[in-house]
């Protein structure tokens, strides 16, 4: 296959992947920017987490929340768990690999917050410790995930809202995910100061 034509296959991939999203949870979007806005307008925080391409992702999404996305508007309380190096080095040297995002959370974690958890496989042990973190101190998860969803699923609590991108290569999933994540923004954005004219 030629150059042309491997960057065409990269293209389609994406447009199918986001449209099969959309027509599978696109109400899950709407609902998970519902919960998260509400626990804006009530004193709550979100926290993020997830790693490599889902750091990355994590931290987008804090920063867009924390500084702005395409309006302005005050900061909104999040924090990516992926960023401080010094602390995930030493949770990971002192402990364990699978508690660095756990146990910021176990500290900075109040009922009522949010954790956006994001992996694309759904098996991602650091994640899941953190899910179970966030459930311990009375936290509602959001979770974008991949593929089937792998364990993260059976983790989830009835409350928490699963946005899965059905697609097998990690690099599809991720695209998605960020549209997601710019969904959200635009949600959350447009519940808290109404729709722009």
């Given at each position: 296959?030629?150059?042309?034509?491997?960057?065409?296959?990269?293209?389609?991939?994406?447009?199918?992947?986001?449209?099969?999203?959309?027509?599978?949870?696109?109400?899950?979007?709407?609902?998970?920017?519902?919960?998260?806005?509400?626990?804006?307008?009530?004193?709550?925080?979100?926290?993020?987490?997830?790693?490599g391409g889902s750091a990355a992702?994590?931290?987008?999404?804090?920063?867009?929340?924390?500084?702005?996305?395409?309006?302005?508007?005050?900061?909104?309380?999040?924090?990516?768990?992926?960023?401080?190096?010094?602390?995930?080095?030493?949770?990971?040297?002192?402990?364990?690999?699978?508690?660095?995002?756990?146990?910021?959370?176990?500290?900075?974690?109040?009922?009522?917050?949010?954790?956006?958890?994001?992996?694309?496989?759904?098996?991602?042990?650091?994640?899941?410790?953190?899910?179970?973190?966030?459930?311990?101190?009375?936290?509602?998860?959001?979770?974008?995930?991949?593929?089937?969803?792998?364990?993260?699923?059976a983790l989830l609590a009835e409350?928490?809202?699963?946005?899965?991108?059905?697609?097998?290569?990690?690099?599809?999933?991720?695209?998605?995910?960020?549209l997601i994540i710019h969904c959200?923004?635009?949600?959350?954005?447009?519940?808290?100061?109404?729709?722009?004219?």
């Amino acid at each position: 296959m030629d150059q042309i034509s491997q960057i065409e296959q990269h293209f389609s991939e994406s447009i199918e992947a986001k449209q099969r999203t959309m027509e599978m949870i696109a109400p899950n979007i709407a609902h998970a920017a519902g919960v998260i806005t509400q626990a804006l307008l009530s004193g709550h925080k979100i926290l993020c987490c997830g790693n490599g391409g889902s750091a990355a992702d994590a931290q987008h999404f804090a920063s867009e929340m924390l500084n702005r996305f395409e309006r302005e508007r005050p900061g909104l309380p999040a924090l990516s768990l992926s960023t401080d190096s010094s602390t995930l080095t030493s949770i990971g040297n002192d402990y364990d690999y699978n508690e660095i995002f756990a146990k910021p959370l176990r500290a900075l974690g109040q009922a009522g917050d949010i954790l956006l958890a994001i992996s694309t496989s759904g098996h991602s042990a650091n994640v899941l410790a953190a899910i179970e973190a966030a459930h311990n101190r009375e936290m509602i998860v959001i979770a974008l995930t991949g593929h089937d969803g792998g364990t993260l699923p059976a983790l989830l609590a009835e409350e928490d809202v699963e946005l899965r991108v059905v697609a097998q290569r990690t690099a599809r999933i991720q695209e998605v995910h960020i549209l997601i994540i710019h969904c959200l923004c635009d949600l959350i954005d447009r519940q808290l100061l109404g729709n722009e004219e």
